[in-house]
């Protein structure tokens, strides 16, 4: 157990849906980031926030947002989902610069 | 455009041999630096950092890399791999600037460790 925990762990849902991932930071660790590893487009950085504010923004479709929350959990909202969205999606925490990263097990996110 | 490259894909190699993997990364600057590994059907678990001082760096499990400014360059290196080692295995490097330290990853190498 990385102390990073996101749920689900796997989803399936079909093509024009919207799905939810939450991701719950390792205790005292004030950023996460989301990551998106699918086949062809390897790890992909999507979004950071960092206490509660959005960080730095990667490779993040138009469709997808995230948020963090007060007590530091984080949710990346999909919608309108294609069966190119369909990949394995990590959050990973960290306390700040310099610092290292902690990886959740991630999402499978299926859609069909 | 700034990245970060990883040449070996896939490697496959027998029980005791020595791995080295290579990493290239193409930004100017100050740059930390990470190796993570990938056990099949897990999560990312850091191996190895280097932020400054000493450019050989020991990780767990056995594994060490070595920063060379000149070439741009953090390869990974174990000197006797095990079977338990086959996992895919990222480099990844916190680009000078901003935008806080997110990570930028290479493509991966995928190790096959064989009996």
């Known amino acids: 157990d990385s102390g990073v925990t996101q749920t689900p762990k796997h989803l399936i849902t079909a093509t024009g849906q919207r799905v939810t991932l939450r991701c719950s930071p390792r205790?005292?660790?004030?950023?996460v980031y989301w990551y998106q590893q699918s086949l062809d487009q390897g790890l992909q950085f999507l979004i950071q926030?960092?206490?509660?504010?959005?960080?730095a923004k990667g490779n993040i479709l138009e469709r997808f947002s995230a948020q963090q929350f007060p007590d530091l959990h984080s949710e990346l909202n999909l919608s309108s989902l294609e069966l190119g969205d369909s990949a394995l999606y990590f959050c990973a925490s960290s306390r700040g610069q310099g610092s290292g990263y902690t990886f959740g097990s991630g999402t499978r996110l299926t859609v069909v | 455009a700034q990245s970060v490259s990883q040449h070996n894909h896939h490697v496959i190699l027998s029980e005791a041999a020595s791995l080295e993997l290579g990493c290239n990364y193409s930004?100017?600057?100050?740059?930390?630096l990470f190796w993570y590994v990938q056990y099949p059907g897990q999560h990312l678990q850091l191996l190895l950092k280097y932020f400054s001082g000493d450019p050989l760096v020991k990780g767990i499990k056995g594994f060490e890399a070595e920063f060379i400014k000149s070439k741009f360059s953090f390869n990974l290196r174990k000197p006797s791999v095990q079977w338990s080692d086959t996992a895919e295995y990222f480099c990844a490097v916190t680009p000078p600037g901003g935008g806080g330290n997110k990570l930028t990853f290479g493509t991966g190498t995928q190790l096959k460790v064989e009996l």
């Open positions: 926030y960092y206490n509660g504010e959005e960080r």
């Open positions: 205790s005292g660790d004030l950023s």
């Open positions: 930004y100017g600057g100050t740059v930390n």
